[in-house]
């Protein structure tokens, strides 16, 4: 059965390999990529459309309309992009508000909402490399992520599993199974087998209790 799908973004970010015959390529068209591919399936997209301009409203009522959108969804998608953050103070963002209002638990009018299956997709970088996240060790055959550049609310929902099943190499501790409540995958895969990934989202979500979930920005 189809999923609701809400899709956190910065809009503006121009760090990503860019798309042909778009210039200059930005995060939003990453996500008109993938509304698409959303379309085209049972899912649905909660996210805003392209022609939905939200800049010239209070941030109230951008928050309400954000809010009413993520709280009808099941699924939050995280477009993590190298340049989604700004050089303000966190809480003066949308990404980590959206990815909060995803995690907690809402009630309205006596109907509950649950915490969200949760999805970050890497996206390229200017260059097409997926470098600036992901470090191959090939000595222990192991991946390294590069969370310190991440919302503290995401890099703290990741390597989060209350007891992890791991290995050393070379002194160092390795992850394996699904050590995140918030699992990433490259763009490329991702957008080759969305389903997949989606679901494996869900697998998690299934036994949610099993992570130290962050809920607050």
């Not at 939905?52 to 099941?74: C, F, N, P, V």
Request: aromatic share 10%; with cysteine.
């Amino acid at each position: 059965m189809g999923k609701k799908i809400f899709i956190s973004y910065k809009y503006s970010d121009r760090n990503v390999r860019p798309l042909t015959g778009i210039n200059p390529t930005t995060v939003r068209d990453y996500v008109d990529i993938l509304q698409s591919k959303i379309d085209r399936t049972d899912h649905i997209n909660k996210g805003e459309d392209d022609g939905e301009d939200m800049s010239t409203l209070a941030d109230s009522t951008i928050a309400s309309k954000l809010g009413d959108k993520i709280y009808d969804s099941t699924v939050t998608i995280v477009l993590i992009s190298k340049g989604m953050k700004e050089n303000i103070p966190e809480k003066d963002q949308w990404i980590p508000w959206e990815i909060s209002y995803s995690l907690r638990e809402q009630s309205r009018n006596g109907i509950n909402s649950k915490t969200n299956a949760m999805l970050g997709v890497v996206l390229p970088d200017q260059l097409g490399s997926y470098e600036w996240y992901y470090k191959y060790n090939p000595e222990c055959n192991s991946i390294t992520h590069m969370t310190n550049q991440l919302f503290t609310i995401l890099k703290e929902n990741m390597f989060n599993i209350k007891n992890p099943q791991t290995r050393v190499c070379n002194g160092k501790i390795i992850y394996e199974g699904e050590p995140s409540y918030i699992k990433t995958v490259k763009w490329d895969d991702f957008i080759a087998n969305m389903n997949l990934y989606i679901e494996k989202a869900l697998e998690i979500w299934r036994v949610r209790d099993q992570y130290n979930i962050r809920k607050s920005v």
